[in-house]
């Protein structure tokens, strides 16, 4: 199966995902919203969509973009950390909600990595011009 992502669709997602962070953030007493039934599927979306950024990115450029400078390592030890936290916690079904959603921060900053690196100059290009 090969999926046909448009290259216009990536930074869309990334706003997406930008959007509803800021939402969930802004929102007075969010903490509380988030568990809530009508808003906790829309939590449940936002914090699902980091991962499939980072699987379109992956599909689309056939290759895994890594970090760097040893932030791999660290990204690696914070996925053993939270795994023990999970397995050791004592109330596991929160440890997993907190989890999931670190793990959507790691993908966000592998996906963001990913696609800064593509085209790097036209962006900052547009970035400059968008601050002027």
Request: aromatic share 12%; charged share 10%.
């Amino acid at each position: 199966m090969v999926f046909d992502v448009k290259q216009s669709s990536l930074p869309a997602l990334g706003l997406l995902i930008a959007g509803l962070y800021a939402l969930f953030t802004l929102i007075p007493n969010s903490h509380s919203l988030m568990v809530s039934w009508p808003w906790v599927l829309v939590w449940q979306f936002a914090v699902s969509l980091p991962l499939l950024w980072l699987l379109l990115q992956t599909v689309q450029t056939r290759r895994f973009v890594s970090l760097g400078n040893t932030l791999d390592l660290l990204a690696i030890l914070l996925l053993a950390a939270l795994l023990l936290n999970i397995l050791f916690s004592e109330f596991p079904n929160q440890s997993i909600w907190y989890g999931w959603s670190i793990l959507g921060l790691l993908c966000l900053l592998y996906a963001l990595c990913a696609w800064l690196r593509q085209g790097i100059q036209e962006k900052l290009r547009k970035l400059l011009l968008f601050h002027a």
